[in-house]
């Protein structure tokens, strides 16, 4: 069993920042990737930036320059640093697990950003 717990979310103004933090705990043996993902009403679930367990990241290009994922393997728990946000970042952000052949999403936390 593996529980992801997201915090940081909150309401914010244009060019302002936030912080998001996924914490796993439970059954993880080995990690094999961590990652953000977002979901802004109407719109599908999409990528906003992944981590491997060796620090190899991944970002959607929208969001490279403003965002950065970063890990910390000692607490299972991954970041999210949001700089310069703007009004089409409002999502619910998700943060996803994967463990071997096994893949966990936790409960979401609420982005939004004012103009």
């Known amino acids: 069993q593996v529980q992801l717990v997201e915090s940081g979310g909150g309401l914010v103004q244009t060019g302002e920042s936030l912080r998001l933090s996924c914490a796993a705990s439970?059954?993880?043996?080995?990690?094999?990737?961590m990652g953000w993902y977002r979901q802004a009403p109407g719109k599908e679930r999409e990528l906003v930036a992944g981590?491997?367990?060796?620090?190899?990241?991944n970002y959607v290009d929208s969001m490279k320059g403003r965002f950065t994922i970063s890990r910390d393997n000692a607490k299972n728990t991954v970041y999210l640093q949001m700089n310069s946000l703007k009004p089409e970042d409002t999502a619910v952000y998700y943060c996803?697990?994967?463990?071997?052949?096994?893949?966990?999403w936790g409960q979401g936390t609420r982005v939004t950003v004012s103009s």
């Open positions: 996803r697990l994967v463990v071997g052949m096994h893949n966990y």
């Open positions: 439970g059954s993880i043996f080995s990690i094999n990737y």
């Open positions: 981590i491997t367990s060796g620090g190899i990241t």
